[in-house]
Nanobody, 125 residues
Framework: QVHLVESGGGLVQAGGSLRLSCAAS?????????MGWFRQAPGKEREFVAG????????FDGDSVKGRFTISRDNGKNTVYLQMNSLKPEDTAVYYC?????????????????WGQGTQVTVSS
């Protein structure tokens, strides 16, 4: 049984940076099609933030974070990262890591079948 565990959330001022990590545990061999980051603010739908193909490293960015957030992965550590720069108050949300093991849909919630518990990111103005 594979579990995803996020870390790195917290409170930061606008313009600051945070790096989120998501580690897959429970199985030595972990090779999804892709990993993704999503976020959900109160009263809003879960939103795609960024995705990365596990094998090639090709990345996909949500429109609201392009140029500010960068997704990366370390295959040897079964870990995916989200570097968030130039944070804005509207980036405040719970951020979720997810694994896409069976689908070729990368930028939608429906393509992901395994989710972490989420980590809160709060950006103050």
């Amino acid at each position: 049984q594979v579990h995803l565990v996020e870390s790195g959330g917290g409170l930061v001022q606008a313009g600051g940076s945070l790096r989120l990590s998501c580690a897959a545990s429970g199985r030595a061999f972990f090779s999804p099609n892709a990993m993704g980051w999503f976020r959900q603010a109160p009263g809003k739908e879960r939103e795609f933030v960024a995705g990365i193909l596990w094998s090639s490293g090709r990345t996909f960015d949500g429109d609201s974070v392009k140029g500010r957030f960068t997704i990366s992965r370390d295959n040897g550590k079964n870990t995916v990262y989200l570097q968030m720069n130039s944070l804005k108050p509207e980036d405040t949300a719970v951020y979720y890591c997810a694994a896409n093991r069976y689908s070729d849909v990368i930028t939608s919630v429906g393509g992901y079948d395994l989710w972490g518990q989420g980590t809160q990111v709060t950006v103050s103005s």
